[in-house]
């Protein structure tokens, strides 16, 4: 699965093309990886009239007998998931403007670089947790399309459609949930570099 995307627009662009207020987000553009901050939106929890792009920590704390974060969520009825699900405060869209994969046999596997050319600057779904220090989010994945289990079968980054981006924000928790089904493959491109 992803282990890490692209988001190649400062903070200013990205707040415009979400209907989102920046503030003093410095984000300018770069590579997301686990652990590293990334800009992600907000509702502001009043009916989802004002969206805020605030940055968060890419990795989930684990469980008390857990060890290592969780960068992904695909197990959307778990204990640990659901109660954050069902809170749309808790929902947020994650921009992105292209995600990697790696394909092929171990010792010749081969970065796959996926996006979207209608839209620049997509959004995955994402879940959003509070801690101590910075909040952390996770990215909610889903079956791979015909495309991308070309190069990998087990499942893909779930990609919200610009008309679905205010019910993830703000609709009724099983309405939100679904929206998470494998994007089009016929509206994505793939190559070996980020476009």
Not at 53 to 81: C, I, K
Not at 165 to 186: D, K, N, S
Request: glycine fraction near 8%; charge should be positive.
């Amino acid at each position: 699965m992803s282990s890490h995307y692209r988001l190649d627009a400062p903070a200013a662009r990205i707040a415009a093309v979400f209907g989102a207020e920046a503030g003093d987000d410095p984000w300018t553009g770069d590579y997301v990886t686990p652990g590293r901050p990334a800009p992600v939106i907000v509702s502001d929890g009043r009916g989802g009239s004002r969206r805020h792009l605030r940055p968060a920590l890419w990795g989930v704390p684990p469980p008390p007998q857990g060890d290592r974060r969780f960068t992904r969520v695909r197990n959307l009825t778990s204990p640990f998931w659901i109660g954050t699900l069902r809170h749309a405060e808790l929902r947020v869209l994650i921009p992105a403007t292209a995600f990697a994969l790696w394909s092929g046999p171990e010792g010749s596997r081969q970065q796959r670089w996926f996006s979207v050319p209608d839209q620049p600057l997509f959004a995955f779904a994402g879940i959003l947790r509070p801690t101590e220090d910075w909040p952390c989010f996770a990215m909610l994945t889903t079956d791979a399309n015909r495309l991308v289990a070309q190069y990998r079968p087990q499942g893909m980054p779930a990609i919200l459609a610009a008309a679905d981006h205010a019910a993830w924000l703000t609709g009724e928790w099983r309405a939100a949930l679904a929206l998470i089904r494998p994007f089009p493959g016929q509206f994505m491109t793939v190559g070996d570099h980020p476009a």
